[in-house]
């Protein structure tokens, strides 16, 4: 372990070795030093003891302090990555309702879609769709079938990012990610495979707990406000839930936290040129449900929810109050709840 003393601002930096004590406070100072034993006391109770094994099973993280600006702690951070960063897993998915485990060495590509990001280039509204490759070799121009709708998509222009710079991929390995253009065929959660449908297991897309209804400013921009609302869905910005008697006309919104709201307002000022007012619903839990008309029928004749569909059509039950949906859950005609979406 290595102490970096001094800043941005003309002082000199001093490295020194923590594990020479003596050596660290005669160059550092008693007062620096004592103050450093503190804090790193503090670390060693607050903290786990490191397991790599735990690293690479995803139940630990390491904390790294540095600051890119003035380039400190920049290089232990990239050191780590390089020496440590997990290899390519396997990944579990669902082959023809069989569960199957996809092996990093198989010959057949596959790759997960992780992230969806709009207007990377506002001047060109382009839409990317980030994939890690999980199996295979991955190449320009090749066809692949996504595993959600079973449609098949040529990847003719594959980039890599690095800052502000792109450039085109050739190829790519297990491990590596790639952004693709998506002409909106695309959500997170997404596989794509060679020769053979397949579904890796999704991210989970959790049920909001805070409600707002757009208000749309200036009426004549309904077509970017349908856009924006579209496309930031697809990114997992906000979820979009619309009441089946009006339509997409004023479509409600949900969110896990309020903050999504504020960054929702924000892109669509900036990025669609749509101004919007958010007015507070009164709902505080979501349930996907599962069931028939005699359910849905129940469920609507009571006051205490209100049905909605989300951005396939699935029906969502909103309510107030936890009581209320333990209530429909025990005594609704052959319901059943989810929490987070189903796939």
Request: proline fraction near 6%.
């Amino acid at each position: 372990m290595h102490l970096f003393s001094g800043g941005s601002h003309g002082q000199k930096r001093v490295e020194v070795d923590v594990t020479d004590l003596a050596g660290a406070r005669e160059r550092l100072g008693a007062a620096v030093m004592d103050e450093v034993e503190e804090q790193m006391e503090l670390v060693e109770v607050a903290g786990d003891e490191w397991s790599f094994d735990a690293f690479y099973d995803g139940s630990m993280s390491p904390v790294f302090w540095g600051s890119a600006m003035s380039n400190f702690g920049v290089e232990p951070l990239l050191t780590f990555l390089a020496d440590h960063a997990a290899p390519p897993a396997p990944r579990k998915a669902l082959d023809r309702k069989e569960t199957i485990e996809v092996q990093p060495d198989d010959d057949s590509f596959t790759g997960f879609i992780f992230k969806i990001q709009a207007n990377m280039n506002p001047r060109h509204r382009d839409r990317l769709a980030f994939m890690r490759v999980v199996s295979g070799h991955f190449e320009r121009g090749m066809d692949a079938i996504v595993g959600r709708s079973g449609e098949v998509l040529r990847l003719s222009k594959p980039h890599t990012f690095m800052a502000q710079e792109r450039s085109i991929v050739e190829d790519a390995w297990p491990g590596d990610i790639v952004g693709l253009y998506d002409p909106g065929k695309l959500r997170i959660g997404d596989t794509l495979s060679e020769g053979r449908q397949l579904a890796f297991d999704g991210i989970p897309r959790f049920a909001p707990e805070h409600f707002s209804r757009v208000v749309l400013e200036d009426p004549m921009k309904r077509k970017q406000l349908d856009q924006g609302l579209e496309q930031l869905a697809h990114e997992g910005v906000i979820q979009v839930f619309v009441r089946p008697d009006i339509g997409r006309q004023e479509p409600w919104l949900g969110a896990v936290g309020v903050l999504q709201f504020e960054v929702l307002k924000e892109r669509l000022k900036n990025e669609y040129r749509v101004g919007v007012r958010l007015e507070p619903l009164p709902y505080r839990l979501a349930r996907w449900i599962e069931t028939g008309e005699e359910g849905l029928e129940w469920l609507a004749r009571r006051r205490e929810y209100k049905l909605v569909e989300d951005r396939t059509g699935n029906p969502v039950l909103l309510a107030e109050a936890e009581w209320a949906v333990d209530f429909a859950a025990r005594n609704a005609p052959n319901v059943v709840m989810h929490d987070i979406e189903p796939l």
